[in-house]
């Protein structure tokens, strides 16, 4: 079975500070992924990468920004932290050739960012 | 652009009721489509998935048809047990400047009442 592990379950960090948002996957996937999950918005994709050391932004990259060093971690960084970022933060990870792959996601059990 | 509409929640039955949560789509192309669910305090995880049109998705006693007609992946079960309590996301993938990409619902919670 995928295990994409997300390091932790719940953080709380002031304004202004800087936050890093750990993932790992032990399955080999080329693809890794950053949504936040806020209720009545569903899943938002912040950022995506589909081979180490390549990253893309996705539909709310304002803010975020992205790590990918090794093929099975991908890190979620928050420059400067601001309540509007308040939120339930899920990885994921998927099988993938190149970058067209139909493959269904393996998520992670979610980081809930309070920012205060 | 791509999107999914998903039914408004949540949805509270009885177990052993009858489930239908509606799910319709908008994209260009052919996309494939997905149900997700989640359980409280976990990630998502797939449920199940149909790639091309008329194809069925089935698991666990949920199913889902991929209607092109009718742009829609609604999700059935014919018994809910309590342990279906949980949020389902419909989602569709399309190729969006050379990449798969996945479009989320915004979730439909099932409360299941023994």
């Known amino acids: 079975d995928v295990k994409v592990t997300q390091s932790s379950r719940y953080l709380v960090k002031r304004t202004g500070e800087k936050v890093f948002l750990e993932c790992v996957q032990d399955?080999?996937?080329?693809?890794m992924f950053w949504y936040r999950q806020d209720p009545g918005l569903g899943l938002r994709l912040i950022y995506f990468?589909?081979?180490?050391?390549?990253?893309e932004k996705g539909d709310i990259p304002e803010g975020y920004s992205v790590s990918r060093e090794k093929k099975e971690r991908f890190s979620l960084i928050l420059e400067s932290a601001s309540t509007n970022q308040t939120s339930m933060y899920l990885c994921?990870?998927?099988?993938?050739?190149?970058?067209?792959?139909?493959?269904?996601?393996?998520f992670g059990n979610g980081t809930r960012l309070t920012v205060t | 652009g791509d999107s999914v509409t998903q039914m408004e929640g949540p949805v509270t039955l009885s177990e052993e009721a009858f489930l239908t949560i509606n799910c319709t789509y908008t994209?260009?192309?052919?996309?494939?489509l997905f149900w997700y669910v989640q359980y409280p305090g976990e990630g998502l995880q797939l449920l199940l998935k149909a790639t091309k049109a008329d194809d069925k998705g089935s698991n666990k006693g949920f199913e889902a048809t991929y209607r092109k007609e009718t742009t829609s992946f609604h999700l059935e079960k014919g018994s809910v047990q309590v342990s279906d309590s949980a949020v389902y996301f419909c989602?569709?993938?399309?190729?969006?400047?050379?990449?798969?990409?996945?479009?989320f619902g915004t979730g439909t919670r099932l409360l299941v009442s023994p």
């Open positions: 989602a569709l993938s399309v190729l969006n400047t050379g990449f798969q990409k996945l479009v």
């Open positions: 990468s589909y081979d180490v050391k390549m990253k």
């Open positions: 994209a260009t192309g052919y996309p494939s």
């Open positions: 399955m080999d996937h080329e693809n």
């Open positions: 994921a990870s998927r099988q993938g050739t190149g970058n067209r792959e139909r493959s269904p996601l393996h």
